[in-house]
């Protein structure tokens, strides 16, 4: 089983970005619980969580800048960012649970610079 995180990149301040999750392979079940960032020195930390039902959780820094969605077979998870700040330079990892195991993407690297 795979987990692919892709769509990282260089942006400008205020740029956007749309990060993809997608789970490949054979699985009995598998649930992309969403998104979680490390900067460099700092630990990682949740961004966005989306529910098997679709209740998105944001976390504070990116609440009306960020939104995770998901398709409809849910094996794909999506994070859109908009108004994107220097600070929101890290990896950013997603996060899935896979047959009762955890399993996380191999990041994505977003550079958010002038």
């Known amino acids: 089983v795979q987990l692919q995180a892709s769509g990282g990149g260089l942006v400008q301040p205020g740029g956007s970005l749309r990060l993809s999750c997608v789970a490949s392979?054979?699985?009995?079940?598998?649930?992309?619980e969403g998104w979680y960032r490390q900067a460099p020195g700092k630990q990682r930390e949740l961004v966005a969580t989306?529910?098997?039902?679709?209740?998105?959780n944001y976390a504070a820094f990116v609440k009306g800048r960020f939104t995770i969605s998901r398709d409809n077979a849910k094996t794909s998870v999506y994070l859109q960012m908009n108004s994107l700040k220097s600070e929101d330079t890290a990896v950013y990892y997603c996060k899935a649970s896979i047959d009762g195991a955890v399993k996380w993407g191999q990041g994505t690297l977003v550079t958010v610079s002038s």
């Open positions: 989306i529910s098997s039902g679709g209740i998105t």
């Open positions: 392979g054979s699985f009995f079940s598998m649930d992309i």
